[in-house]
């Protein structure tokens, strides 16, 4: 098969290298290998020209034999050879390895010397590799906050004092401690994790010399448990308290936690967390003209700075992150459920919080699960009871924050610097039906602002809701009808309020905004929302058998999902089933729904993936507005077609409040639901499985 010169001169040649030969002595195709090189970076004006290298005869190019040359041109390899473009770090130069070319020879024409400058400039090209952190930005960090009060020894010489509250430095400096060494410590990991049982590992311990030889400092599993089990509590001690409502006190409801201060303790001295926390908020622009400022971690948000100034003088903000979802924990039969609590803190780099095993993310609870007595109960009153008892057991384990956020409490990294923290709860991660539960916001409404259930349709937020005014309302109702649970539960709904509880957990928080502290949810408003109403819509328009032909139509694509037999064959989507979908769902509507629909669903879609990015600034963020405006304008198109009525629907309402969360809070991976509840899998379902399932 003859291979064609990339030129386009229209001659063949029987090998690649009879037409990169080519390439370098035709004066007609020579440019294009100039030009090749220019765009590789890999050309030099200094380089040999056509003039310098010695031409082919006429006769010997008319007969297209390149072999005949009375010279050995230099090779042209392709890009390839030397760029990777795949492998963005470069491989190691060989100084010793010089291709069999004189590196001593002097400058001048020849294709030895050709050969040798375009090799340098291979090198050069090679150097360059992708790094964001080479990105021109501008950072302005806040001088009076996160100062260090003193230094201490490490944490971890904490529990190795003798009485006299000395270190033992005999076993101070081994970070296996209560473990003699390394090896005893994977060992004991070993039989834990990965065992075969425990009399198998009893039997191997037996074995005479095992022990000695390993120098393992148990000789059993029990010995191994009661070591283990001797390892001092991250995050503090378990307790449990006994819930009751007055009318019904033989009912008991459970509810497991311990201290969130402590557990703020237990990360702040974390060996792995502490050397990546910040401890002070900055702005960060793209340059220093200061006109486009950058948001990406917490620190770099405005909620932390507004903060940071009404604290005193050099003290440290820990932004407190609180999660909780219910999750269900038998499979396909029974009705077991657990209701965890999680915590994590903003100075830790939103990279480690995702990360479960960088175990950046604490369980510091377990609410009640067990249902309520329904007998001769109203429906108003069941809910009421539902959301007392919800917020009177966060109120009790979230307690030690009030009096840790006014007055600071000191603690020590794990380098042994003390600061003078003040852990704020700043971020409420939760999905819909739960905002409205800890806000005491009437279902069907917003958590963020005042708008009414027939108004949510409205392209503009309506005044802000905060948690003053809600505590006013609350306080009116109580005085309207504090001998009358009808007249407050009345009251409160007249202001979009739900009536159920007239004392909130998060009253008496400091610098607390529990509206405000409410963030986006990625995984429930945008893809379990806002797309699955899309897909819904489509279905509509097109009829499920259509969409589904087109869906099986699509050719194969990298990193593509093929759902071979549609959409509406799938129930109970998941989230990354979702995120699929979403990938192809315009290519199966391209020249079947009007220019008006397209673009409408183009500006959702467009939505949804900016509104993911990792690193926002002021002029992604008006990408992400024009986005939402551009849906604003052709939304009209569903309504037309019938398949809405309106737009009232909280999670499309919720799209308008994005931009001013990411503002305040950084940008969403900060504060998605999906990383808390991938956390139900070592916190709940795995401790579940290992129970007898009753206890």
């Given at each position: 098969?003859?291979?064609?010169?990339?030129?386009?001169?229209?001659?063949?040649?029987?090998?690649?290298?009879?037409?990169?030969?080519?390439?370098?002595?035709?004066?007609?195709?020579?440019?294009?290998?100039?030009?090749?090189?220019?765009?590789?970076?890999?050309?030099?004006?200094?380089?040999?020209?056509?003039?310098?290298?010695?031409?082919?005869?006429?006769?010997?190019?008319?007969?297209?034999?390149?072999?005949?040359?009375?010279?050995?041109?230099?090779?042209?390899?392709?890009?390839?050879?030397?760029?990777?473009?795949?492998?963005?770090?470069?491989?190691?130069?060989?100084?010793?390895?010089?291709?069999?070319?004189?590196?001593?020879?002097?400058?001048?024409?020849?294709?030895?010397?050709?050969?040798?400058?375009?090799?340098?400039?291979?090198?050069?090209?090679?150097?360059?590799?992708?790094?964001?952190?080479?990105?021109?930005?501008?950072?302005?960090?806040?001088?009076?906050?996160?100062?260090?009060?003193?230094?201490?020894?490490?944490?971890?010489?904490?529990?190795?004092?003798?009485?006299?509250?000395?270190?033992?430095?005999?076993?101070?400096?081994?970070?296996?401690?209560?473990?003699?060494?390394?090896?005893?410590?994977?060992?004991?990991?070993?039989?834990?994790?990965?065992?075969?049982?425990?009399?198998?590992?009893?039997?191997?311990?037996?074995?005479?010399?095992?022990?000695?030889?390993?120098?393992?400092?148990?000789?059993?599993?029990?010995?191994?448990?009661?070591?283990?089990?001797?390892?001092?509590?991250?995050a503090g001690t378990w307790q449990s308290r006994d819930l009751f409502f007055n009318d019904d006190p033989d009912e008991k409801y459970t509810i497991h936690f311990r201290d969130p201060v402590e557990a703020i303790k237990g990360l702040w001295k974390d060996p792995v967390l502490s050397p990546t926390m910040v401890f002070c908020p900055a702005k960060v622009y793209t340059?220093?003209?200061?006109?486009?400022?950058?948001?990406?971690?917490?620190?770099?948000?405005?909620?932390?700075?507004?903060?940071?100034?009404?604290?005193?003088?050099?003290?440290?903000?820990?932004?407190?992150?609180?999660?909780?979802?219910?999750?269900?924990?038998?499979?396909?039969?029974?009705?077991?459920?657990?209701?965890?609590?999680?915590?994590?803190?903003?100075?830790?780099?939103?990279?480690?919080?995702?990360?479960?095993?960088?175990?950046?993310?604490?369980?510091?609870?377990?609410?009640?699960?067990?249902?309520?007595?329904?007998?001769?109960?109203?429906?108003?009153?069941?809910?009421?009871?539902?959301?007392?008892?919800?917020?009177?057991?966060?109120?009790?384990?979230?307690?030690?924050?009030?009096?840790?956020?006014?007055?600071?409490?000191?603690?020590?990294?794990?380098?042994?610097?003390?600061?003078?923290?003040?852990?704020?709860?700043?971020?409420?991660?939760?999905?819909?039906?739960?905002?409205?539960?800890?806000?005491?916001?009437?279902?069907?409404?917003?958590?963020?602002?005042?708008?009414?259930?027939?108004?949510?349709?409205?392209?503009?937020?309506?005044?802000?809701?905060?948690?003053?005014?809600?505590?006013?309302?609350?306080?009116?109702?109580?005085?309207?009808?504090?001998?009358?649970?009808?007249?407050?539960?009345?009251?409160?709904?007249?202001?979009?309020?739900?009536?159920?509880?007239?004392?909130?957990?998060?009253?008496?928080?400091?610098?607390?905004?529990?509206?405000?502290?409410?963030?986006?949810?990625?995984?429930?408003?945008?893809?379990?929302?806002?797309?699955?109403?899309?897909?819904?819509?489509?279905?509509?328009?097109?009829?499920?058998?259509?969409?589904?032909?087109?869906?099986?139509?699509?050719?194969?694509?990298?990193?593509?999902?093929?759902?071979?037999?549609?959409?509406?064959?799938?129930?109970?989507?998941?989230?990354?089933?979702?995120?699929?979908?979403?990938?192809?769902?315009?290519?199966?509507?391209?020249?079947?729904?009007?220019?008006?629909?397209?673009?409408?669903?183009?500006?959702?879609?467009?939505?949804?993936?900016?509104?993911?990015?990792?690193?926002?600034?002021?002029?992604?963020?008006?990408?992400?507005?024009?986005?939402?405006?551009?849906?604003?304008?052709?939304?009209?198109?569903?309504?037309?077609?019938?398949?809405?009525?309106?737009?009232?629907?909280?999670?499309?309402?919720?799209?308008?409040?994005?931009?001013?969360?990411?503002?305040?809070?950084?940008?969403?991976?900060?504060?998605?639901?999906?990383?808390?509840?991938?956390?139900?899998?070592?916190?709940?379902?795995?401790?579940?499985?290992?129970?007898?399932?009753?206890?």
């Amino acid at each position: 098969m003859s291979i064609p010169c990339e030129a386009g001169c229209a001659r063949r040649f029987n090998t690649t290298s009879s037409m990169h030969k080519h390439l370098v002595a035709s004066r007609k195709c020579n440019g294009y290998l100039e030009g090749k090189l220019r765009d590789l970076g890999l050309f030099d004006e200094d380089m040999v020209t056509l003039d310098e290298v010695p031409q082919a005869d006429s006769e010997t190019e008319s007969n297209g034999d390149e072999d005949a040359l009375p010279y050995e041109p230099f090779i042209f390899e392709p890009p390839n050879a030397y760029v990777n473009e795949f492998h963005f770090v470069p491989p190691e130069d060989d100084d010793n390895n010089t291709g069999g070319l004189n590196q001593s020879a002097v400058a001048g024409p020849g294709p030895s010397t050709a050969a040798n400058r375009i090799r340098r400039a291979a090198a050069v090209q090679r150097e360059r590799v992708f790094d964001d952190r080479r990105d021109p930005v501008f950072t302005e960090w806040t001088e009076n906050a996160g100062h260090v009060l003193r230094k201490v020894a490490p944490p971890r010489y904490m529990d190795l004092r003798d009485e006299e509250g000395d270190v033992q430095m005999t076993e101070a400096d081994s970070i296996f401690y209560p473990f003699t060494s390394e090896l005893d410590w994977k060992v004991a990991r070993w039989a834990i994790q990965d065992g075969p049982g425990q009399n198998a590992f009893d039997r191997l311990l037996e074995i005479p010399g095992v022990v000695e030889k390993l120098g393992l400092s148990y000789h059993n599993i029990r010995a191994l448990h009661q070591k283990v089990d001797s390892i001092p509590n991250k995050a503090g001690t378990w307790q449990s308290r006994d819930l009751f409502f007055n009318d019904d006190p033989d009912e008991k409801y459970t509810i497991h936690f311990r201290d969130p201060v402590e557990a703020i303790k237990g990360l702040w001295k974390d060996p792995v967390l502490s050397p990546t926390m910040v401890f002070c908020p900055a702005k960060v622009y793209t340059d220093k003209t200061k006109k486009i400022r950058i948001f990406s971690e917490m620190h770099t948000s405005k909620w932390w700075h507004i903060c940071q100034s009404k604290l005193p003088r050099g003290a440290t903000l820990a932004p407190v992150i609180i999660a909780t979802d219910k999750t269900q924990l038998t499979n396909f039969s029974g009705s077991k459920s657990a209701y965890p609590l999680y915590l994590t803190i903003g100075n830790i780099p939103k990279a480690f919080r995702r990360k479960p095993s960088k175990k950046a993310c604490i369980l510091i609870g377990y609410l009640s699960v067990q249902k309520i007595n329904r007998k001769d109960m109203t429906d108003r009153a069941y809910r009421s009871r539902i959301q007392r008892m919800f917020h009177e057991s966060m109120r009790i384990i979230l307690e030690p924050l009030k009096k840790a956020g006014h007055e600071g409490v000191e603690m020590t990294s794990a380098d042994g610097s003390v600061r003078w923290v003040f852990p704020i709860l700043s971020c409420y991660v939760a999905d819909y039906p739960e905002q409205c539960l800890v806000t005491c916001t009437k279902y069907g409404t917003c958590v963020k602002c005042k708008v009414k259930a027939t108004e949510l349709q409205d392209i503009q937020p309506k005044e802000r809701r905060s948690q003053s005014w809600t505590e006013g309302v609350l306080k009116e109702a109580h005085e309207i009808g504090e001998q009358n649970t009808r007249a407050f539960y009345d009251h409160c709904m007249s202001h979009e309020i739900a009536g159920g509880t007239p004392r909130p957990f998060w009253v008496g928080f400091p610098l607390c905004d529990i509206n405000q502290a409410i963030t986006p949810d990625v995984l429930h408003q945008l893809y379990q929302g806002v797309l699955k109403h899309l897909i819904g819509w489509c279905q509509t328009i097109l009829t499920p058998a259509e969409l589904d032909r087109r869906i099986r139509c699509l050719p194969s694509g990298f990193g593509l999902r093929r759902f071979k037999n549609g959409f509406s064959a799938l129930s109970q989507i998941s989230g990354s089933e979702r995120k699929n979908m979403a990938k192809i769902l315009l290519g199966c509507l391209i020249g079947c729904i009007p220019t008006r629909g397209v673009i409408a669903i183009t500006a959702l879609l467009d939505f949804i993936y900016t509104a993911q990015y990792t690193s926002h600034d002021t002029e992604s963020l008006a990408e992400l507005e024009d986005a939402l405006h551009r849906f604003h304008q052709n939304r009209s198109y569903f309504l037309e077609t019938g398949v809405r009525d309106d737009f009232n629907i909280p999670k499309f309402h919720s799209l308008l409040h994005y931009v001013e969360s990411i503002k305040l809070f950084g940008t969403t991976d900060n504060y998605n639901t999906e990383m808390f509840e991938r956390l139900h899998i070592d916190f709940a379902k795995l401790g579940w499985r290992a129970s007898n399932h009753r206890d």
